[in-house]
């Protein structure tokens, strides 16, 4: 199993892939973290002005700009945990994997070691973007960006675990959907577009509301304890939705289950069939 992971570490770590990936989650991240604290810092006295508009109190802030990290970031370690998986099948480079190592099971236990390990890399990343660009930011609009307190802390803590989770879900997505450009494209077509409508649609109703917040964005927001979608995505501030949320650790067995169900469902299928 050693062998193996460290074989699983030299095929991501020599390709430009994945420091091309964080220089992009930098920049989306920080770019977004900065904005949303401009904005928010400077609107914050109108809002708070305003009954009809959702009401922000300012030390709420802080929380809600760290977690872009994984609000926006998320899909950067989900692509590429499925990319190290559906790169292999394009390539046919698993063949002399499994001739070097035939346990396939072994193979994909540490390709999902190294993702997740890969995926907390991501979520420190993305936290050093948001948090400081968005810390920046607040402290200059007047609001405490609460570094000091460990609340704060142990949000940066589930951050990075969910885009570790996120990574093991995408190396689970890769296996069970080995084409490279359908694998890609599901991925961006429901975190993207059908996600979010289904986030939106099932708030409208209580009863849809107990459903969505299974959704893995969802979930993931909750284990984070924060996201600009569940604060003001929905317009619940303003009672045009209802939000429903699972506790923190719950949320955190959702994406866990998600990220088992997907990836014992490709060991099943495509992982077991010939490859060459």
Same mark, same amino acid.
């Given at each position: 199993m050693i062998g193996a992971i460290r074989s699983e570490a030299l095929k991501i770590t020599t390709v430009r892939l994945w420091w091309i990936l964080l220089l992009? $989650?930098?920049? @989306? #991240?920080?770019?977004?973290?900065?904005l949303l604290a401009g904005l928010l810092g400077a609107l914050g006295d109108q809002m708070s002005a305003s009954p009809g508009a959702p009401q922000l109190p300012p030390e709420s802030l802080p929380p809600l700009i760290y977690s872009t990290a994984t609000s926006v970031? @998320? #899909?950067?370690? %989900? *692509?590429?945990?499925?990319? !190290?998986?559906?790169?292999?099948?394009? @390539?046919?480079? +698993?063949?002399?994997?499994? %001739?070097?190592q035939p346990q396939r099971a072994v193979v994909l236990g540490s390709k999902v070691v190294v993702l997740a390990v890969a995926g907390f890399v991501f979520g420190f990343v993305g936290l050093v973007a948001s948090m400081g660009l968005g810390a920046t930011v607040l402290g200059l609009t007047g609001i405490d960006p609460q570094l000091g307190q460990s609340e704060t802390w142990l949000l940066a803590a589930r951050i990075v675990l969910a885009m570790g989770l996120w990574a093991v879900i995408g190396v689970g997505v890769g296996t069970l959907i080995p084409n490279q450009i359908a694998s890609i494209v599901v991925v961006l077509a429901f975190t993207q577009f059908v996600e979010p409508?289904?986030?939106?649609?099932? !708030? *409208?109703?209580?009863?849809?509301?107990?459903?969505?917040?299974? %959704?893995?964005?969802?979930?993931?927001?909750? $284990?984070?304890?924060?996201? *600009?979608?569940? !604060?003001?995505?929905?317009?619940?501030?303003?009672?045009v939705g209802v939000v429903q949320t699972l506790?923190?650790?719950?949320?955190? $067995?959702? $994406? +866990?289950? +998600?990220?088992?169900?997907?990836? *014992?469902?490709?060991?099943?299928?495509s992982w077991r069939r010939d490859v060459t």
């Open positions: 992009v $989650l930098v920049g @989306y #991240v920080g770019f977004t973290a900065g970031g @998320y #899909v950067f370690p %989900l *692509i590429f945990g499925a990319l !190290s998986v559906t790169t292999e099948f394009r @390539y046919q480079t +698993l063949t002399p994997t499994f %001739l070097a409508i289904l986030r939106f649609g099932t !708030s *409208i109703w209580d009863w849809t509301a107990q459903v969505g917040k299974f %959704l893995p964005g969802a979930a993931s927001d909750a $284990l984070v304890g924060s996201s *600009i979608f569940t !604060s003001m995505g929905t317009g619940a501030g303003a009672g506790d923190w650790w719950q949320g955190g $067995l959702v $994406l +866990l289950g +998600l990220a088992a169900f997907v990836t *014992i469902a490709g060991f099943f299928t």
